[in-house]
């Protein structure tokens, strides 16, 4: 089991999707990432919050036993927020607000026992910011990065920065088309592999998510979940899903990186069971063991 670093955003997100809605609930991509992870790998949080943050929100990751020694309490400011709603189509989220609030001026400093950790993980948040904290890190053993449109129109020329030296990205599929300025997933993730990463893992919301890497394909569906309420946070929690599996193994061997694409896989079909971080509150270590192993029923077949 090795260390697991995450810079992300820790948030309060009001929600609306057609089933019901939620005000300043529990949020963030780091959040949702770091309670995901934290069920196979130590994971330490770089982050801010405002001095507005519920301490109980801050005991949730504290029970996982998620390091947040390097989450910082800014006086004077408010936490990052995020408002929006989905439609029926579940696979798009719209954003109706971002406050970015506390991550305006944020600088993290990270400790030397911080920079030395084998796996990093730069969730969606500003990529100065994520730059920022690559560059501090003592050369980890696996870097990936996700995004999203918000950066990807707002900061482009830092964002393709820190592609360029990250090992894998984790996007959705209007991401990737949107990095790429090219509509067909395959040739997008193509051309991202050009841009630096290695691996590409393209989250496809209800149809799943494939990864492409030099010259191979590796396709996992969605778990077929008959009540989704609220698809926030799914991409991350898979992010969190995929790299603790692989602190977990401490190792990116083929075999290793498939097997975290079912574990992603497996902790976003949970956490859009419910809003915010619900349903991985309620989450026992078995109910992903029997997940993991519907996965391997679902798509074996002859010759
Ligand atoms: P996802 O996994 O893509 O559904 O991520 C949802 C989370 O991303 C929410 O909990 C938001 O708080 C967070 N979020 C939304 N917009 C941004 C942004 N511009 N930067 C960082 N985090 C964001």
């Given at each position: 089991m090795a260390d697991l670093v995450v810079v992300g955003s820790v948030a309060l997100d009001s929600v609306k999707t057609p089933f019901g809605q939620v005000a300043e609930a529990l949020g963030g991509s780091a959040t949702y990432f770091a309670y995901a992870a934290s069920f196979f790998t130590q994971v330490r949080v770089v982050a801010a919050v405002g001095?507005?943050?519920?301490?109980a929100h801050l005991a949730l990751l504290e029970a996982r036993e998620?390091?947040?020694?390097?989450?910082q309490v800014l006086a004077g400011k408010k936490t990052f927020r995020w408002t929006g709603e989905y439609g029926f189509d579940l696979n798009e989220a719209r954003t109706l607000d971002t406050q970015l609030n506390a991550f305006a001026e944020f600088k993290p400093v990270l400790s030397p026992s911080l920079a030395k950790a084998p796996f990093l993980f730069l969730a969606n948040i500003d990529p100065e910011l994520q730059l920022d904290v690559l560059r501090q890190?003592?050369?980890?053993?696996l870097a990936a990065l996700d995004t999203m449109n918000f950066w990807i129109q707002g900061k482009r020329e830092a964002l393709l920065k820190v592609l360029a030296e990250v090992d894998v990205l984790l996007v959705n599929d209007a991401e990737a088309r949107m990095l790429a300025r090219e509509p067909n997933l395959i040739k997008a993730a193509r051309s991202i592999i050009e841009l630096g990463p290695r691996v590409v893992v393209i989250k496809r919301g209800e149809y799943g998510s494939l990864m492409v890497s030099d010259g191979s394909f590796f396709f996992v569906p969605a778990?077929?979940?008959?009540?989704?309420f609220d698809p926030t946070g799914a991409g991350d929690t898979f992010a969190g899903g995929f790299m603790g599996y692989l602190a977990q193994r401490g190792s990116m061997d083929p075999a290793s990186v498939r097997r975290a694409m079912v574990h992603g896989a497996v902790m976003a079909s949970f956490t859009v069971?419910?809003?915010?971080?619900e349903r991985l509150k309620r989450l026992e270590p078995r109910e992903i063991e029997q997940r993991f192993e519907t996965f391997q029923q679902m798509v074996r077949f002859e010759r």
């Open positions: 001095e507005d943050f519920p301490p998620v390091d947040t020694g390097a989450l890190m003592n050369r980890p053993q778990y077929p979940l008959e009540s989704v069971e419910d809003f915010s971080l």
